[in-house]
């Protein structure tokens, strides 16, 4: 369930770094020096200028990697989309029924794009730039793994997402996080160049920015991993709904017990790794957890 974040996460940085690299650059060769000065008392620079660039390219970068992420997760995933008018096997079918049984339920009057991904991981998710173009994709390894009810809870939890628009609200806090990394990095990469000689300062103020964008954009996923957290609660109380609240905790048991014997069994591989990606972590990385821990999720579901 963590591929949903980190698609969008890894595109949304990818695409603002590419912006802001272009526009350095641009600035660069078009004007007397590329950094947002005035000539005035401090560092000299024009904050409202700035402010304004960096809404720009935070929130330009935010809904381009919105736009792109039912395709990007096509792509990287190698989802096979499954037409619910063509030949599809029993397993096949079964899958698109379920969704768009769920989606109807949950009021959604355009179905989602469903697809199945060749991977031993026990893992879904869903993605897209809005209700009407969204994609629910599982992988392989959890329609092998989990017994039907177990699957069924699954699919409506990332239906729920879904319904919920979570996308779209991911997208403009990232677009507003994206905005205060922007903005800060280039204030101190301006900084930064003030320590180097004059003729250096453009080269160590270009490479400056590019570094604290991505480090400040690590250390903003902890506000955007924070809400991926809060909705994970909310889609597993969505997916209670349509499923109901047995099927529901009962996929995230089924989940706890696939993590737990990958524990035992000490193994390594992907299909371990990919799994635990669901479960949350504890101690100082809890804070870049995409998902709260599977005990917590399933107290509350229980307590419903």
Do not use: C
């Amino acid at each position: 369930m963590g591929k949903r974040f980190l698609l969008f996460l890894v595109t949304n940085i990818m695409v603002m770094t590419t912006i802001v690299i272009v526009w350095s650059l641009i600035t660069r060769f078009t004007s007397v020096n590329g950094t947002f000065e005035t000539g005035g008392p401090g560092l000299g620079i024009d904050y409202a200028s700035l402010m304004i660039f960096s809404l720009l390219v935070g929130f330009t970068g935010s809904f381009i990697s919105l736009a792109m992420s039912r395709w990007v997760a096509k792509k990287m995933m190698k989802v096979k989309v499954l037409d619910p008018n063509g030949s599809l096997s029993a397993q096949e079918r079964a899958v698109v029924e379920k969704v768009h049984r769920f989606s109807r339920a949950a009021g959604l009057t355009h179905m989602p794009e469903v697809g199945i991904y060749p991977s031993a991981e026990v893992n879904a998710f869903a993605t897209g730039p809005s209700k009407k173009r969204s994609l629910v994709a599982v992988s392989a390894g959890l329609l092998n793994t989990m017994d039907e009810d177990a699957v069924e809870g699954v699919i409506a939890h990332e239906v729920a997402h879904v319904a919920n628009g979570d996308m779209v609200t991911m997208t403009l806090l990232q677009g507003i996080v994206n905005t205060f990394v922007v903005f800060f990095s280039r204030i101190a990469a301006i900084i930064v160049s003030r320590f180097v000689r004059a003729e250096l300062q453009w080269i160590v103020q270009f490479a400056a920015i590019i570094i604290f964008q991505i480090l400040f954009s690590i250390l903003g996923s902890i506000v955007v991993n924070a809400y991926s957290r809060h909705r994970e609660f909310h889609a597993d109380r969505g997916g209670g709904d349509l499923a109901g609240n047995d099927k529901m905790a009962h996929a995230l048991r089924s989940l706890k017990a696939y993590v737990d014997r990958a524990k035992v069994n000490d193994r390594t591989d992907d299909t371990a790794i990919q799994t635990m990606k669901i479960n949350g972590k504890g101690g100082v990385m809890r804070l870049f957890s995409s998902h709260p821990d599977l005990d917590e999720r399933i107290a509350r579901l229980e307590q419903r």
